[in-house]
């Protein structure tokens, strides 16, 4: 798995933006695909993954509201999008994938952990005033 991130830029506040994650090599099935964002110098933290077989999402609670994974099998993509941007949400923003045949708990506590095995190189986001 070789992922991409995309849809990164400078967007103003208020504004919306969708992030897309793609392999052009292989397909998603069996994985679960997350989102995370790393702020100029802050930790690493989780938004919420998707898992592609049957399209269950989970969120970290303070990121529920305007945060929203998709996914089109057809793009064989998986989107984040970000409603109501704020100066806070500038981030280099990275997807990950697991294999997802562990279980949901097994799964969530991996997540939480920051502990998917494939990352992308990221992309910036950068929200203005």
């Known amino acids: 798995v070789q992922l991409v991130e995309s849809g990164g830029g400078l967007v103003q506040a208020g504004g919306s933006l969708r992030l897309a994650c793609e392999d052009p090599?292989?397909?998603?099935?069996?994985?679960?695909i997350g989102w995370f964002r790393q702020a100029p110098g802050k930790e690493r933290e989780g938004i919420g993954y998707i898992s592609w077989n049957d399209r269950y999402t989970y969120y970290i609670d303070s990121m529920k509201g305007r945060f929203t994974i998709s996914m089109d099998a057809a793009d064989k993509a998986v989107y984040l999008r970000i409603d109501n941007l704020k100066p806070e949400d500038t981030a280099v923003y990275y997807c990950?994938?697991?294999?997802?045949?562990?279980?949901?708990?097994?799964?969530?506590?991996?997540?939480?952990?920051?502990?998917?095995?494939?990352w992308g190189q990221g992309t910036q986001v950068t929200v203005s005033r």
């Open positions: 990950a994938a697991e294999p997802a045949n562990g279980g949901s708990s097994w799964l969530r506590s991996r997540f939480r952990r920051l502990d998917f095995r494939r």
């Open positions: 090599g292989v397909d998603f099935d069996d994985y679960a």
